[in-house]
């Protein structure tokens, strides 16, 4: 069952993808390439299955899903960056700037995070104040307070012994942040209560912990192959990860709280919340 | 009477812009030092102007008004990055990723794009329709098909000799699309009717080729110091400009016929428009 609705979701998502419109140049073909590129789609699949967690209609959110999954790509467009990351490539495909050059990148990046914006702006479901709160709350989620802070703040700390705390600090902002307002969008616009918001903050909160975790487990364990990137990148550049400090089995053990505490949070939702109560397994099995 | 209100529209900006909250670390520091770097603010005070061409209160589209600064602000920080045009000066004043690193220059770039969709949907003007309309216009003319597609069409029309057509639809994206939803969004904000909205439309894209107009006349004419940044520098840079492509007085003669079209748009709003009116011969003289 989990596997079907996982499958219905990404089917969706693709098709709302593939649907929007491109013109035939090389900036929205740069915007494209990324866009593509395979990613797990996490992020949208998460607003749709926390619309209907709270018995809402998951074709609602889709627009604003896809708003998301623009923020995420343009966002890793710009890590990969020489400036930045300075990663060739990116899901085993060479990143934007090897294929578009390095100004097309930081533009086609821009252009993504504006399009977002547009999309978000043009959903048209008849709840304008519903839809000017989903603005909001992604601008913020996205920006000096989220991701983009906690981007700056993962850059100053490299090279730096980090204590838990300050790690956790960073992760919250720079990938929780936008976990986290994917599955609040997808409640709000779904008419979901106030309850029933902060319900999946909860449960989103926690999820992007435990995918944190297990990024830091993976680039330990993972091969290279199936990570789409090279594993162990994070012993090499000095980061201070979950694994550098409690060692695989704490990790593990950290990770598996948080999972369980993303499904204690969306008990209250009942048997529409299943697929999220799965979800939170998933991430903690996944192997990419 | 029109030095006074544009100190006005000045003060009104500069002091809503300093009650901006910002946190003490470097990312809201470096987002902070672009942001107060001593733009002549044209923008914003274009829509402040708008909505009181049409009986608006211009006090009702300053955050507005700000929101589009930022996004000014950040499409400078990028341009001026050595993967783009490489600038170490702006205005005078080094570069953003002179002072803070390439990395957070371009981290500081996103995150004021972002904020300023943060302020935008943040207006509580008690419109949310007109709100959202404003959001609208404004991410598309920020986007693929505005401002950051110009900004890619400059980058490939570099070295290359292009017609005056060319010249005229990279110009109208690259600088005319933010240009015009200013005066736009002043507008719609302020309540003005369609019609109002298409005359400030008008004034605003044949005030926007005549600003660019006269930035090319200024590359020749005008002499480093007063232009805070190297004079001739299209020359070495091999760019077409209206200026190569007409001579100097072709290109003053275009200048003041697009002046002429501005003012004639905005005739139907009578008087309350002269400020407006004003701006254009301010714009056809200006020194810098």
Request: aromatic content about 6%.
């Amino acid at each position: 069952m989990f596997k079907e609705t996982f499958q219905r979701y990404l089917t969706m998502i693709e098709q709302t993808l593939a649907q929007l419109p491109w013109d035939e140049d090389s900036l929205n073909e740069s915007m494209y390439y990324s866009l593509i590129g395979g990613g797990k789609r996490i992020r949208p699949v998460l607003a749709l299955a926390s619309a209907e967690a709270v018995g809402g209609n998951p074709e609602t959110v889709l627009q604003a899903a896809l708003a998301i999954e623009l923020i995420h790509t343009y966002s890793l467009i710009h890590d990969d960056l020489p400036a930045m990351d300075n990663d060739d490539y990116r899901r085993g495909r060479l990143s934007n700037h090897k294929v578009f050059g390095e100004a097309q990148a930081i533009l086609a990046g821009d252009a993504l995070l504006t399009y977002a914006f547009e999309i978000l702006a043009n959903l048209e479901l008849g709840q304008p104040e519903r839809e000017l709160r989903v603005i909001r709350e992604v601008a913020l989620a996205a920006g000096k307070d989220g991701m983009v802070g906690g981007q700056v703040a993962d850059i100053a700390g490299e090279g730096k012994a980090l204590s838990l705390n300050e790690i956790e600090e960073i992760h919250k902002a720079k990938t929780g942040a936008i976990l986290t307002v994917s599955a609040r969008l997808g409640g709000i616009l779904a008419g979901g209560t106030e309850e029933q918001i902060e319900a999946l903050t909860d449960y989103a909160q926690a999820l992007g912990l435990a995918f944190q975790i297990k990024d830091d487990i993976l680039d330990i364990v993972g091969d290279s192959e199936t990570l789409g990137k090279p594993a162990g990148s994070d012993i090499r550049q000095g980061k201070s990860t979950y694994v550098s400090l409690l060692g695989l089995e704490g990790a593990g053990h950290q990770l598996h709280a948080q999972i369980l505490k993303a499904q204690a949070a969306i008990k209250p939702l009942g048997e529409r919340a299943s697929f999220l109560n799965e979800l939170a397994f998933y991430i903690e099995e996944r192997k990419h």
